[in-house]
């Protein structure tokens, strides 16, 4: 079986794909996909046809007859299939509500408003300055920020969930990389700094890191 991930070094919801497929074990090939050189490659016909909503990551699995795009879809999809004794979604229903959820805060409430393409509109139709597009960015993840910093503090423990790595760690990381390149002041959020560095120690979050992909640059 191969399997293939389409990803971008930088983009945090690859970034949240990688470490789940080392977190399950699951050996893949990892395509890049550069986001800006040659108009950006997302918009390639031989990516569209893999994923025609221009957006990395896209999983392929079983000689393309599975092809999934959401990095949320397709890390459940990786956890159900391949069980090495880690569930990154727990099987208890209100433990899974809260994991999906901290998950959310990130994926649909902070992520897609500092997304490229929405900065780039921001600069090219409303001419928004470089300076105002970065504090554009800042505010949305400081703004999530502030209410997981808050949520975490009556279910935390070394991960978001006690002392299992979820789904919700699998996310944070990638997020609280993005807003180190914002400039964001950690320390203002220590629960989510400490987390974040716990999970970092974590040979599958190492390996994971934009830095550490072959297109890092
Ligand atoms: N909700 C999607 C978000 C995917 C997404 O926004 N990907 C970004 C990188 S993190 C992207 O491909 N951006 C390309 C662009 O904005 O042109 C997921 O979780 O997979």
Redesign the pocket.
């Known amino acids: 079986m191969h399997i293939k991930l389409y990803g971008?070094w930088r983009?945090?919801?690859?970034y949240r794909a990688r470490i789940a497929l080392n977190l399950k074990g699951v050996d893949y090939e990892y395509v890049p996909v550069h986001?800006v050189n040659n108009g950006?490659e997302?918009h390639s016909e031989q990516y569209t046809r893999l994923n025609p909503a221009?957006?990395?990551?896209t999983l392929v699995d079983e000689d393309e007859d599975i092809i999934l795009?959401?990095?949320?879809a397709i890390i459940e999809y990786i956890d159900e299939k391949y069980d090495n004794g880690v569930r990154l979604v727990p099987e208890h229903s209100t433990e899974r509500a809260r994991v999906r959820a901290l998950a959310q805060d990130i994926?649909s409430d902070i992520?897609?408003l500092g997304?490229?393409?929405v900065l780039n509109l921001l600069k090219e139709k409303y001419h928004a300055g470089q300076e105002d597009v970065a504090q554009w960015a800042a505010h949305w993840i400081k703004l999530g920020f502030d209410g997981i910093e808050q949520r975490l503090q009556t279910q935390a423990g070394k991960y978001c969930f006690d002392f299992d790595v979820t789904l919700a760690d699998v996310c944070l990381v990638p997020q609280v990389y993005n807003a180190r390149r914002f400039d964001i002041d950690m320390q203002t959020y220590p629960l989510i700094n400490r987390i974040a560095q716990n999970c970092e120690k974590l040979s599958a979050f190492e390996k994971a890191r934009p830095e550490n992909q072959v297109d890092a640059t």
């Open positions: 971008y983009s945090t919801a690859s986001l950006g997302q221009h957006l990395v990551p795009n959401q990095s949320l994926a992520q897609p997304n490229l393409r």
